[in-house]
């Protein structure tokens, strides 16, 4: 298992700043680790998975999750080379003396944000919370007057709407999403049992050509390919925590 640390150069950064937000982020994943605050994080395009503490959540485009400290958290992405996020992240020194701090400090403390929570977001919300997190990054990397104080306003403003969205009944998954979620989640599960087309669709009741154009509408990929990822996922993760004692020919197979 690898090793958990805390993230030193951001945690300096945020007690410096405040706030810090990236937005259209490429990435293929992170290390297990832990920082300061809360972290937002929007999947704006690809596939991956989020491990925080003991849980796993699924990313799609939409997805926003909520990682309060202290919940370790490690992101692998399913779709190397084309996963893409926007993040925000925010902590409120003990020792800070702006007007705004007290209201940013009351949010943070918040219901939603106390443990970690995942929110499906439909388009034109997803598009709003990244134009969002674009704006507070793109002010704070070319900070002018009053960057500081415009950068907090923006942050409160969408950590409030953020807790709006949290507080909100999710919307009910179609039968066809809870089915392809099912088939996902079966693949994730078995990684070495007969993932052919042949074998899951019938376990599933399902026809082999209706089980393609459901991977193609989900996961915008080929059934195939996405039992290929996941297999590639698990081997290196495999690699990264095997000792010297563990045969490569093991993990091949």
């Excluded at 993230?7 to 810090?20: C, G, I, Q, T």
């Excluded at 918040?110 to 997803?126: D, K, N, T, V, Y």
Aim: proline content about 7%.
């Amino acid at each position: 298992m690898p090793r958990p640390h805390w993230f030193e150069s951001l945690a300096r950064l945020l007690n410096a700043r405040r706030v810090y937000a990236v937005d259209s982020q490429q990435t293929n994943g992170t290390r297990l680790h832990c920082q300061p605050g809360l972290e937002l994080n929007l999947t704006c395009g690809g596939r991956g998975r989020l491990r925080v503490g003991r849980q796993h959540y699924r990313l799609s485009t939409g997805t926003l999750l909520f990682i309060p400290e202290p919940y370790l958290h490690q992101l692998a992405a399913e779709t190397p080379g084309r996963y893409i996020r926007s993040v925000l992240c925010v902590a409120a020194p003990p020792a800070d003396s702006h007007p705004m701090i007290p209201t940013l400090r009351t949010l943070l403390q918040s219901a939603p944000f106390r443990r970690p929570q995942c929110i499906q977001l439909g388009g034109s919300m997803a598009r709003e919370i990244r134009e969002r997190i674009a704006r507070i990054a793109a002010e704070g990397n070319e900070p002018k007057a009053w960057s500081s104080e415009m950068v907090l306003a923006q942050t409160c403003e969408l950590l409030i709407l953020a807790a709006r969205l949290a507080t909100q009944p999710a919307p009910e998954q179609s039968v066809t999403a809870r089915l392809a979620e099912a088939v996902a989640a079966h693949i994730t599960t078995h990684p070495d049992a007969d993932l052919t087309t042949k074998t899951v669709a019938a376990h599933f009741g399902i026809s082999r050509e209706y089980l393609s154009r459901l991977f193609h509408r989900y996961f915008g990929t080929t059934y195939q390919r996405y039992v290929l990822q996941q297999r590639m996922l698990l081997a290196r993760r495999l690699l990264a925590e095997a000792d010297r004692e563990t045969p490569l020919l093991e993990i091949a197979l």
